[in-house]
């Protein structure tokens, strides 16, 4: 299989996803580690104003949301990008067959074939 437009698509998703977590996050090394983190937002409160404090704390929460749900898709896409370099990339990892490429277009870091997806999930 050619995986070089498999490569530049995963490559643009990090990049985004990278782009999009710097505006939520930050990345923090912890140990050997680099992790992202979710800054808490500069909203410009007054601290005496509780109702804008709550505002803050409800922004940070929802920066949690969505860099918890980016950091996994990232996750999904540094592993597809090994699989590329393992040349094993396009190969279903329950059955062993070919994954689809329309299936890989749609979802180009898929790890199942569309036989062994998981229901309701992607």
């Not at 979710?38 to 409160?45: D, G, H, R, Y």
């Not at 005496?48 to 990232?74: C, H, M, P, W």
């Amino acid at each position: 299989m050619e995986t070089n437009t498999f490569l530049d698509l995963l490559t643009q998703e990090r990049t985004e996803i990278e782009r999009t977590l710097s505006s939520v996050g930050h990345k923090e090394k912890i140990g050997n580690t680099t992790m992202w983190e979710p800054s808490f937002p500069e909203l410009n409160t007054l601290r005496s104003e509780q109702s804008e404090i709550a505002d803050e704390y409800e922004e940070f929460d929802n920066r949690i949301g969505v860099e918890t749900k980016l950091v996994s898709r990232l996750k999904e896409i540094d592993s597809a990008l090994a699989r590329i370099t393992a040349h094993t990339y396009g190969t279903c990892t329950v059955g062993g067959e070919p994954i689809a490429e329309d299936r890989l277009m749609a979802n180009p870091a898929a790890i199942t074939c569309i036989t062994h997806a998981p229901k309701n999930t992607e």
